[in-house]
Each structure stands twice: as C-alpha cells, then as structure tokens.
C-alpha cells in the first residue's frame, strides 16, 4: 500500500519557512496550506515547524481502493475557500466559508447529494446563491489515533494534538456516517485519553464519489480514515 504524507500548516507562513521546506523536498500542493512530503524528509519537515512553534497537522494520504471496502470509506474534505469559486457557475460546488467552521455549497450541490445525506439540514440561500450547512449529526465516538507525539491544551480547552496522520473510526461511527452520508467529529482518542478538538466533518466515501463523478473540485485530495481494526485476545 502506497502511503503519502503531507502537512497542513497556515497558510500565512512566511517566505523563509516554506524555502525550509522546500529545502528538504516539501512541495506545496494547489491548496497552499497543504505541502506533499517524501517518506525520507517527513522527519525534518516537522522537526522545522515544531522547533518554531508552527501548527501543522499531519495528513496520512491512503490512496482510496486499496484496504478500504464500499461501505466502510470516509473521509475528510480539502474543500476550497468561499473566495476561490464563482457560485454562479451553476456547477456543484461545495466550500469552506472564510470564518467559522461551516460548510457552504449551493443549490446544485445540495440536489446532488441531498438523496444521499438525508440528515443534513442547509440554511436559507444568500445573495450570491450559497446555502450554509444548519445541521449534521455528531459522531457517537471519538476518531481514534494510531500514535501521538505532541498535545497542546488551548484557552478554551480545545486540544491541537501532532498525530503520525493515521486516524480509525469505530463501527457505530461507521455507521452514523454510512446513513446520514455525514458527520461531525469533534474529538480524538488516543489510548485511555479523550481530546475535544476543532469540529470537522467526515463525509461517506459514496457521497465523494458522487461529487468527483459530476465535476466537484476540492483543494486536494480526500483525506481517508480507516475502520478501527479489531484487538486480537493476548
């Protein structure tokens, strides 16, 4: 299975850190918070942001098709910012609004996807024709994590946790996700340790599909989770 890494960090970072992470092979994606890392330079990548304090998360690309069934895939969207799309295209689109944590989209996407999100409520639409999303369930359990090698507790007790990118999702998740088409998460677990963190939603892997199928463009690729592999009894 082909693995690929690549760091989310701001994208107001200055000129000198992104010639670091040029310097050890980072190449910055379409979406420019986004930056692929080879294998060999994963290490010094983070060594550059952590030693200045610079947020990043660590995104654990899986390619979709190899160790995920139908049923089961789900995953994060890059989605593009209200600033970057002309909602009058009369295209699907979907985006990330400029502040808070929402989602928009506008009529076209929400026709599109509405048969299979059924528990996705959109607002009243806006003057430039986006509609923002009111309401999507809440995941039952935390995303579970592989592995963390840092934690920093915020002001209003909101974690940033640095995790390897490998993230699990249980099978009551699994299957919030599978009949609603999405879902809020809005904690991580790792070992006997609960962390609320910002909210995100994980979409159904057939809901991506059908977006791609009719034309939606995103800021780079779906970041996939995984079904929380069964503990063999020692």
């Known amino acids: 299975m082909r693995i690929q890494h690549s760091i989310s960090v701001p994208e107001d970072i200055d000129n000198g850190i992104r010639d670091l992470l040029a310097g050890v092979g980072a190449q910055p994606s379409e979406h420019t918070g986004n930056w692929r890392v080879p294998d060999h330079s994963l290490d010094s990548a983070i060594g550059i942001l952590e030693r200045r304090k610079i947020d990043f998360r660590l995104l654990y690309n899986i390619p979709k098709g190899e160790g995920f069934e139908t049923e089961t895939a789900a995953a994060y969207l890059c989605l593009k910012s209200e600033s970057e799309a002309n909602p009058t295209d009369n295209v699907p689109i979907i985006l990330e609004p400029m502040e808070g944590l929402s989602v928009l989209a506008n009529s076209e996407l929400i026709a599109l996807i509405s048969a299979v999100t059924p528990d996705l409520i959109w607002g009243p639409e806006r003057k430039d024709g986006l509609r923002e999303l ?100 020692h």
């Open 134 to 233: 009111e309401h999507a369930p809440l995941l039952p359990d935390p995303v579970e994590l592989a592995d963390v090698f840092s934690k920093d507790q915020g002001k209003t007790g909101i974690w940033l946790i640095g995790h390897d990118g490998q993230e699990f999702l249980t099978d009551r998740n699994i299957e919030i996700i599978r009949t609603s088409g999405a879902a809020w998460s809005d904690k991580y677990r790792f070992e006997s340790e609960t962390f609320p963190v910002l909210s995100t939603l994980i979409f159904r892997g057939k809901v991506i599909d059908l977006m791609l199928q009719h034309g939606v463009e995103f800021a780079a690729p779906p970041i996939y989770l995984r079904k929380q592999p069964k503990t063999d009894d």
